[in-house]
């Protein structure tokens, strides 16, 4: 009896790994079939159509998801970066543990919440929506990650790599940017990439931010498109062309971001044989 | 560390903490900007503004009852679906697969969580939905007299966002509960295989040693779904009321600011939607920290 309950269980735990999958399956399924048929030249190079006209395409948006990222990439990488650096070099103090706690209380703070924040300190102000404001609050979104990962990276650099430097007389500030952080920078710029690519699929903090724009535009100052925010319209639209589109459009966010975490997990996986040895 | 003080040492730590004091800077402005832009719905509806349930944008009229009814439902339903199945994989992957098989399905569940929340939406609308609505049409007549299962079969509505929600935390739950066993000791396990244990009986053990942390895996699932707004906003139907019905369209705090925001032409209108936006920043963080907190107790004994 007590056996029978035992496997019943064993059994129970392995369904639940299959039901999990079910979804996932289905997911890939249905974005690879339908918005691979969708997809062709003029996706990638055109603009939406006006209403009611069948054909065009994304370009727009996925140029506008590209500047954002680099929007984004460009205020998160320095904070996150040197924020992780002083967690991992004065981590005793009563200060880093407030920022360690600030970047996981971060972490946890919606997306649509975050959107606001960036609504009130930058749409507000310049009184329109544009590219910085969408990609500011992307970058609220990033910081914490790489704050934590470039922290947890750096305290894995071997402690006999900084006492060397130190003991061939570097100051700490030379030790940790001339040996410490280079060792683990590799670590460090994969984090980086898996936090951005995440962040590419973001919808909610772009709706009132970078709002969206039918245009090819590289004005930062401007409202600009977005792959998400343009899939988000069109899934919800009574067009079928546009419907279609949609399914095209989800299928470029996954393939890219799973193409970088792909990436990511094999760099890591490198990195970890190294440190082995 | 026992290191002469120079002045570059002094500048390193400025200098990095400059950067670090904005990480904090971006918490404490989140509250305090939310806060100075809702002050107008603040000062007019007080605390009633969570208790009423009229949501009228023409005549000025904001409760935010239904919302938060809704966002607390539906990740109440996404938990109680999430949280065993959470459980079962981070038991099957730690405690019962082959080692072979262990880096393979951790990595395919974690790549649930790498897919965006718009794409979950977008299956939600035109698979799940659909599904939702044939499962709701077989309901039979007895059953629908139960309040959980009111109302017409619309496909949108609570079941529907509950089940994708419980989708989108499952990898964040299970994986965070698999570092809570890796986190019990092996001794533990083996002294009751010892004993004789069967290997649920030995599992179980092991489950009631990362009991907090366990918990706190489950309240990080809650903290992220009752943030979460895409997906929900596209399958819960959008409908501001209060009901039981797992049938009823119904709609969450963060649905009404990501479908509402741009439209709010007046000041009022739209300090009620961001101070709806300022009580789901005081709930995640409280949820969040609370998690925080057990998981990591747990990890550290």
Known sequence: MRKFKSNLIVALCGASVLLALVPLAMILFYVISRGFSALNWAFFTQTPKPVGEAGGGMGNAIVGTLILIVIAGVIAIPVGVLSGVHLAEFKGTRFSSMVRFAADVLNGVPSIVIGIFAYAIIVLPLKRFSAIAGGFALAIIVIPVVARTTEELLRLVPGGLKEAALALGATRAKAMFSVILPAALPGILTGILVALARVAGETAPLLFTAFNNRFFSTNVTQPIGSLTVQVFTYALSPYDDWIRQAWAGALVLVTMILILSIIARVATRRLERMARG | ?301
């Open chain 2, 1 to 301: 560390m026992p290191i002469i003080k120079t002045s570059e040492d002094r500048a390193l730590r400025l200098g990095t903490g400059a950067f670090a004091v904005f990480v904090v800077l971006l918490v404490a402005g989140i509250g305090v900007v939310l806060t100075q832009q809702s002050v107008l719905s603040i000062r007019k509806f007080g605390l009633a503004f969570w208790t009423r349930s009229t949501w009228n944008p023409v005549s000025g009229e904001f409760g935010a009852l239904p919302f938060i009814w809704g966002t607390l439902y539906s990740s109440l339903i996404a938990l109680l679906i999430a949280a065993p199945i959470a459980l079962g994989i981070a038991i099957f992957i730690n405690e019962i697969s082959p080692l072979k098989l262990r880096q393979p399905l951790s990595y395919l569940t974690e790549l649930l969580a790498a897919i965006p929340s718009i794409v979950y939406g977008l299956w939600g609308i035109f698979v799940l939905v659909p599904i939702v609505r044939k499962l709701e049409l077989l309901a039979p007549e007895w059953l629908k007299k139960v309040p959980l299962f009111t109302g017409p079969p619309l496909g949108v509505g609570m079941l529907s966002a509950g089940v994708i929600l419980a989708v989108m935390v499952v990898p964040l739950t299970s994986s965070v509960a698999r570092e809570i066993l890796r986190g019990v000791p092996m001794t533990q396990r083996e002294a009751a295989l010892a004993l004789g244990a069967t290997r649920w009986e030995a599992i179980r053990i092991a489950l009631g040693y990362g009991r907090t942390g366990i918990i706190g895996a489950v309240m990080l699932g809650l903290g992220r779904a009752l943030g979460e707004t895409m997906a929900v906003t596209m399958v819960i139907g959008n409908n501001p009321q209060v009901s039981t019905s797992l049938f009823a369209p119904q709609y969450t705090m963060a649905a009404v600011i990501a479908n509402e925001f741009t439209e709010a032409a007046d000041e009022l209108y739209l300090h009620a939607l961001i101070e709806i936006g300022l009580v789901l920043f005081l709930i995640t963080i409280v949820v969040n920290a609370l998690s925080r907190i057990l998981t990591r107790r747990v990890v550290r004994a």
